[in-house]
């Protein structure tokens, strides 16, 4: 019985040789951290939005990413192991339009205050009107803050001036892609360096 070539397949043309790269279509057994997300940069760092971490390992085995930061776990394949990325880089840039507002969300302005209360420091639990609502506040970017409950009680429906409290910067609409695509979305503590985002309390 003639042997079998060193690196073909039983089941391919005799004599062709299997190609040692992985083929990025089909995508390696994944471990269990890659039902988590991973955040896309552009090939300029600039964020794009994020996908599965399978996803993004597709991309890093097609060439068309590199990693940028990486998680403990591995992806095994039969002729490579990976980390499992946390952020990638495009290699190639792509434009991509931007809608022009932001939308307003309790999560968006928990991330754009670093889930911290404005007023005290500790952790943020809800959101307040700087000038109350029932005093004609509106609930927009430039109004609406961070807070613990305890000062959102205290606060109730009277004015920063009545209580003699003070704000360590006046709250405004956030800009950029990464808020366009984080206004909906929980943010990985490893992402924040990328997004131009203070630390979480």
């Known amino acids: 019985m003639p042997l079998t070539a060193l690196g073909s397949t039983a089941a391919g043309p005799p004599g062709r040789p299997r190609d040692p790269r992985p083929d990025p279509r089909r995508a390696p057994a994944m471990p269990a951290a890659t039902i988590a997300a991973t955040l896309l940069l552009n090939a300029t760092y600039e964020p794009l939005g994020v996908v ?6 597709v991309l890093v085995l097609a060439g068309k990413a590199e990693p ?12 490579v192991a990976l980390p499992v990325p946390v952020v990638v880089r495009l290699t190639r840039y792509v434009r991509v339009p931007y809608p022009a507002q932001v939308p307003l969300s309790r999560r968006a ?6 889930s911290t209360c404005v007023y005290c420091g500790a952790p943020a639990t809800s959101i307040d009107h ?22 959102n009680h205290t606060k109730a429906d009277r ?3 009545e209580l003699g409290w003070t704000l360590p910067q006046p709250p405004r609409a956030p800009s950029g892609s990464a808020w366009r ?14 997004l131009g985002l203070p630390d979480a309390a």
């Open 109 to 114: 302005v928990f991330t754009r205050d670093g």
């Open 159 to 161: 004015s920063l001036a």
């Open 52 to 57: 599965s971490s399978r996803r993004a390992i």
């Open 181 to 194: 695509m984080l206004g909906h979305r929980a943010v990985d503590p490893r992402w924040r360096t990328w």
């Open 68 to 79: 940028v930061d990486v998680s403990d776990a591995l992806c095994r394949a039969e002729l």
């Open 130 to 151: 700087v000038w109350p609502r029932s005093r004609g506040g509106t609930h927009t970017w430039d109004n609406v803050v961070a807070a613990c409950r305890r000062c």
